[in-house]
């Protein structure tokens, strides 16, 4: 059997898994989020540590484990924990949507040596402009650090005792040379840093260590390696089964992400497009990320006080989008915009819009984000013919079929199961314990496919070039 280990902001979710993948045992741990300034997002590793030990101990209580042979990790990207040379946590690790360092980002992205290196624009989010915010407001934390780890790897560590990273989770440092596949000596140069800051190196699917003995004990586990791993996109895809060029899923969460596998490296930092390693070998991937999805259908579910359900019901079938138009923007925009200061808007209201027709043209804006997504991704090369659909915004069928004429291309629906970053890190678990390859993640079974209307199609890419003028005209507003 084979654990799973999925770092989310959230929470922290543990599943077990036998040797023909079925699921037989989860547990969750919620976890806290610290805001003690705008624009601050913190947690302490040492509840990761603890709510770790929390979910393989109610793991080991339900089941018998005698027969477990490995874990994988997977983790929310982008955090910096901070360590002494005694490995003591400096201060709570900065995490993925904390903000204060885009003055960092902005200087390090205006450094052509950046998005030639790591194929990526530097965001405020990534970790190496936060730790360059530590370098210039806490000097002497900085000073003090030894080690920088992601999120997932400072759970490694305390597993293990060593300090390993894999490639899918190093590309959103900003101080990965992505095409390499191994950090940039030029750009830790830059930022004050070595290589011996850095921790080593495997792939998603290779061991990075075994199970201290000492944890072991505590725990009562048998002798365990621990796999690479992945970041939580590139793990969620590894549960899906994306790992094939070409193969994608479009998740339609809270926010959205439309992710693409690659057998080469294809880089275009002006799109807004995230090129990462993907965390089996000689795979890399690509993402359009959204920053509203299902968040702009819940903003519109506050604004006039009906659920999401019932904006949503009775809208019957698909029919051509109305002049009502939507852009998502509530919080900015990632791709292809990389436009933080943007805000969402809505055009062409009369007194016939209702709340039914704004939830219709909010769900269109965001399909019209992800055909930018799809744009962009087309500039790099990278063509989808058909993605899986996951998230919470999958389960409406309107939404989906407004997607599929959208984009052009089918929508499948995977069957129930567990197919997420929990299940793709208890994969490359398998994978390290076993010798597998990327073989061992197939897709989840589908339920049903969403396709595009050829009759539909004319009006929507119609509707899409409306939106794409609508931004064009009041971005500086």
């Not at 993948?21 to 509840?47: I, K």
């Not at 759970?155 to 990273?165: D, Q």
């Not at 063509?383 to 915004?393: K, V």
């Not at 009006?459 to 500086?476: L, P, T, V």
Request: some cysteine; hydrophobic content about 45%; aromatic content about 6%.
């Amino acid at each position: 059997m084979y654990i799973g280990l999925d770092l989310g902001t959230s929470s922290l979710k543990a599943i077990l898994i036998d040797d023909a993948q079925q699921v037989v045992a989860e547990h969750t741990v919620p976890l806290t989020v610290q805001r003690p300034h705008d624009g601050w997002s913190e947690q302490d590793p040492y509840s990761w540590v603890a709510a770790a030990k929390d979910a393989l101990m109610a793991i080991r209580a339900s089941h018998d484990c005698r027969t477990l042979r490995g874990i994988g990790l997977s983790g929310h990207m982008h955090g910096a924990v901070l360590l002494d040379a005694d490995d003591n946590v400096l201060r709570p690790c900065m995490l993925w949507n904390d903000t204060r360092s885009h003055r960092e980002a902005a200087e390090m992205d205006a450094d052509p040596r950046f998005r030639a290196i790591t194929g990526n624009i530097v965001f405020p989010g990534f970790t190496a402009p936060k730790v360059e915010w530590v370098r210039r407001h806490e000097p002497e934390i900085f000073a003090r650090t030894a080690k920088i780890l992601l999120p997932k790897d400072y759970l490694r560590l305390a597993l293990t005792g060593n300090h390993v990273s894999e490639m899918s989770d190093a590309a959103g440092t900003a101080w990965f040379d992505t095409a390499r596949r191994d950090w940039s000596d030029e750009l830790l140069g830059l930022c004050g840093l070595s290589r011996a800051h850095m921790p080593r190196l495997v792939e998603g699917s290779a061991p990075s260590g075994d199970l201290r003995d000492k944890l072991g004990i505590e725990l009562d586990l048998p002798p365990l390696v621990v796999a690479g791993g992945g970041g939580d996109n590139a793990a969620a895809a590894i549960g899906a089964g994306v790992v094939h060029d070409g193969s994608a899923f479009l998740s339609l969460g809270t926010s959205g992400v439309l992710f693409a596998a690659n057998d080469g490296y294809r880089p275009d930092p002006a799109t807004a497009v995230h090129t990462f390693c993907h965390a089996v070998p000689g795979t890399w991937h690509q993402m359009g990320v959204i920053l509203a999805a299902t968040d702009a259908l819940n903003w519109l579910s506050r604004l006039t006080g009906q659920s999401a359900a019932q904006l949503t019901q009775g809208l019957g079938p698909v029919t051509a989008p109305g002049r009502t138009l939507f852009l998502p923007y509530l919080g900015g925009e990632r791709t292809p915009l990389n436009d933080a200061q943007i805000r969402g808007q809505f055009l062409h209201l009369d007194h016939a819009t209702d709340a039914q027709a704004a939830a219709r043209a909010v769900m269109e804006g965001v399909a019209y984000a992800f055909a930018d997504c799809r744009d962009a991704l087309a500039a790099t090369g990278t063509t989808i013919s058909r993605a899986l659909a996951i998230g919470g915004g999958a389960r409406s069928a309107y939404w989906l079929d407004v997607l599929a004429s959208t984009l052009g291309f089918p929508l499948d629906v995977p069957a129930q199961g567990e197919f997420g970053a929990a299940m793709g890190a208890a994969r490359l678990g398998m994978m390290a314990a076993t010798g597998a390859g990327a073989e061992i993640a197939t897709p989840p079974p589908v339920a049903r496919s969403h396709d595009p209307d050829p009759s539909l199609a004319p009006a929507f890419a119609g509707a899409h070039q409306r939106y794409k003028a609508a931004y064009a005209a009041i971005r500086n507003l």
